[in-house]
């Protein structure tokens, strides 16, 4: 399963209609930028330069940077509006032909034109390679694409799929240029030639240099004149020393919720001269249970601790606030959010129904379990919050539980071999819909790897939904959706974060990179 934690504004508009995707943001963005260059430091590494491998939080980063789609979220938005495109649609009758028409005068940053011929390769390319670390599965409904002229695309899907443009519009959509990445293998050299506001002019171990790209051609207004990104390989601390020793501007993902709990504290006296700046966020953390696991199967044992696990003790305790209380699969701020859990079973502890549950289905004794974890990968307060639940558990004298935490590897081939009864997931959305957090769930071929399927959901639910052009017309079905798995139980919500950055005073603009969309606007950030 990918966890990009890459880290909510209002929810998505109705529909994709032509005329929201036609002639959108016209304007070509900033040719030069202005400003001085920032540095930033980010605990996430860059696993990949080449877009048909990368899907981690440090990829996607740069590709969002460095790379165009035909398609971008923009800021406070969670409609994707066209960027290399003048303009795209759905032909009309349905959802299963998208036709888009490139901007005039597209270029990469080593001259080259970007054409038609250039976006069918990039998506072809990333099917064709299919790697195990990449976005293909985003392409799975693509099959085949036709380029007419040189300006147009057209792309036939397998199925009605009206999230495709959102899919596009990800990581996934990136754009590269045929002459210089191969075709049926990945680039290895660390560079990147792409169309993006940015350049990326090199790129080491510990650190990514990118300066602004003077041909792009789109809708970024740039408020700077260079980007530099530190990488702390996950040294928290050494991220949190450099931000106030002044050796970086500003410090995004990666400091613990305690560095943020204290420097929103210090910076309400200006002590330290930081400010803490706080957006919205679509990611989501999962209690997952195996419904192949002798205990973690029985629906008395799954309802019990969704009757006795107390979300915002654990926000409070553990997260210090930097999260809040989840209560159903779709969080806060997407279309078709709802609070199915908590009309289920509550929002705080409810200890004599636990016990009643228990005891109707024959259940006397303490349940013995053990809540899998892994230390880093969904956050640094993983295992504490692994703990903190155990302890609700346990005090509530019905439960015998203990966390055991595995490094991630291993971790993940556990999972996948079935080893665990209960273990534990993070999400962050590729992109801004209700689809993004149910089809990779309780789709076919699910990412949980949990044995759960429901063919109401399966088969009737997620095609409805995902062939529905309209967003706001799916509503009642999520909500049916999101009722039925509270009922089933074969995840329990805990949380939705929040997210963060960290910078001196000097630096603005962040609220414009820190929205449910994941992308991180190296545009429109500006130091004074």
């Known amino acids: 399963m990918k966890i990009r934690n890459r880290w909510l504004t209002a929810p998505l508009a109705a529909g994709l209609a032509a005329g929201l995707l036609s002639g959108c943001g016209s304007d070509d963005g900033s040719s030069s930028g202005n400003g001085q260059s920032v540095v930033m430091g980010m605990s996430d590494d860059i696993l990949a330069t080449d877009p048909a491998s990368g899907y981690d939080p440090g990829s996607w980063l740069l590709f969002n940077n460095v790379f165009q789609s035909l398609l971008s979220f923009p800021k406070g938005s969670s409609t994707p509006q066209p960027e290399a495109a003048d303009r795209c649609s759905f032909d009309k009758g349905g959802s299963q032909v998208f036709r888009c028409t490139l901007r005039d005068g597209l270029k990469f940053s080593n001259g080259h034109a970007l054409t038609s011929e250039d976006v069918k390769f990039s998506f072809e390319r990333v099917l064709r390679i299919n790697d195990a670390n990449g976005p293909a599965p985003l392409l799975s409904t693509l099959g085949k694409i036709d380029t007419p002229d040189p300006q147009t695309?057209?792309?036939?899907?397998?199925?009605?799929?009206?999230?495709?443009?959102?899919?596009?519009?990800?990581?996934?959509?990136?754009?590269?240029?045929?002459?210089?990445?191969?075709?049926?293998?990945?680039?290895?050299?660390?560079?990147?030639?792409?169309?993006?506001?940015?350049?990326?002019?090199?790129?080491?171990?510990?650190?990514?240099?990118?300066?602004?790209?003077?041909?792009?051609?789109?809708?970024?207004?740039?408020?700077?004149?260079?980007?530099?990104?530190?990488?702390?390989?996950?040294?928290?601390?050494?991220?949190?020393?450099?931000?106030?020793?002044?050796?970086?501007?500003?410090?995004?993902?990666?400091?613990?919720?305690?560095?943020?709990?204290d420097l929103q504290a210090s910076s309400v006296t200006d002590k330290k001269g930081v400010k803490v700046v706080e957006g919205t966020s679509a990611e989501v953390q999962h209690l997952v249970f195996n419904m192949n696991d002798p205990v973690a199967s029985k629906p008395a044992v799954r309802k019990a601790m969704a009757y006795l696990v107390d979300r915002e003790a654990l926000v409070r305790d553990v997260y210090k606030e930097t999260a809040t209380p989840l209560y159903s699969i779709i969080p806060s701020g997407i279309t078709g959010h709802s609070t199915s859990l908590f009309d289920m079973y509550g929002g705080s502890p409810q200890p004599a129904k636990a016990k009643q549950v228990l005891h109707k289905a024959g259940i006397t004794g303490k349940v013995k379990l053990t809540l899998w974890s892994t230390p880093i990968r969904y956050g640094p307060g993983t295992d504490d919050e692994m703990k903190a639940i155990a302890k609700q558990l346990n005090d509530s004298g019905l439960f015998e539980a203990d966390v055991k935490s595995v490094e991630f590897k291993q971790y993940e081939r556990d999972v996948e071999a079935g080893k665990y009864g209960v273990y534990v997931k993070g999400w962050i959305p590729d992109y801004p819909d209700p689809d993004n957090f149910t089809s990779p769930f309780f789709g076919k071929d699910n990412v949980l790897s949990n044995h759960y399927t429901n063919k109401t959901i399966t088969d009737e639910i997620i095609p409805s939904t995902s062939a529905t052009e309209d967003r706001a017309a799916t509503v009642a079905d999520f909500n049916r959706l999101q009722d039925t798995v509270a009922a089933d139980l074969p995840i329990l919500p805990l949380w939705q974060g929040k997210q963060y950055a960290v910078a001196h005073e000097g630096v603005v603009g962040l609220e414009w990179t820190l929205d449910p969309s994941t992308v991180f606007r190296f545009w429109e950030i500006s130091k004074g």
Not at 157 to 177: E, N, Q, R
Not at 192 to 205: N, P, Q
């Open 153 to 261: 695309v057209v792309f036939h899907l397998k199925v009605p799929d009206a999230t495709f443009p959102s899919k596009i519009a990800s990581g996934a959509g990136s754009i590269v240029d045929h002459a210089t990445y191969p075709a049926d293998r990945l680039r290895t050299d660390g560079k990147a030639i792409g169309s993006g506001v940015y350049k990326l002019d090199a790129f080491g171990d510990n650190q990514a240099a990118f300066s602004v790209n003077s041909g792009y051609k789109g809708t970024a207004k740039v408020k700077n004149s260079g980007m530099t990104l530190k990488l702390f390989h996950g040294k928290q601390k050494e991220l949190a020393a450099a931000l106030k020793k002044g050796d970086i501007d500003l410090a995004y993902r990666g400091l613990t919720a305690k560095d943020i709990a």
